[in-house]
Nanobody, 115 residues
């Protein structure tokens, strides 16, 4: 499975961005998808996840502001981010998990929230 993330950029506090992650290859093997964020000098943290059945979960900082979704026909994972704050700044990676100790990572897309 190959993952290509896009949609990052610079936005002012309170703004919105939508990240996309296009998946190719053996996508049928994926059981869950996720967005992972890594801020400078910090460990990676889970932002949001969605199972192949559509069950979603969010990290504390994303709850109520971000929405994770998939377009199964196009094999695209999305992350709609609203009310962005400076602490949301970081590199956002998409992750695809087969559920069998095998997962895949995209290259990441930079999100910068600043005035």
């Amino acid at each position: 499975v190959q993952l290509q993330a896009s949609g990052g950029g610079q936005v002012q506090p309170g703004g919105s961005l939508r990240l996309s992650c296009a998946a190719t290859g053996s996508v049928f093997t994926i059981k869950a998808w996720a967005w992972i964020r890594q801020a400078a000098g910090k460990e990676r943290e889970l932002v949001a996840a969605i199972t192949s059945g559509g069950t979603t979960s969010y990290g504390d900082s994303a709850e109520g502001r971000f929405i994770i979704s998939t377009d199964d026909a196009k094999n695209i994972l999305y992350l709609q981010m609203n009310s962005l704050q400076p602490e949301d700044t970081g590199v956002y990676y998409c992750n695809a998990d087969t559920g069998y100790d095998v997962d895949y990572w995209g290259k990441g897309t930079q999100v910068t929230v600043s005035s």
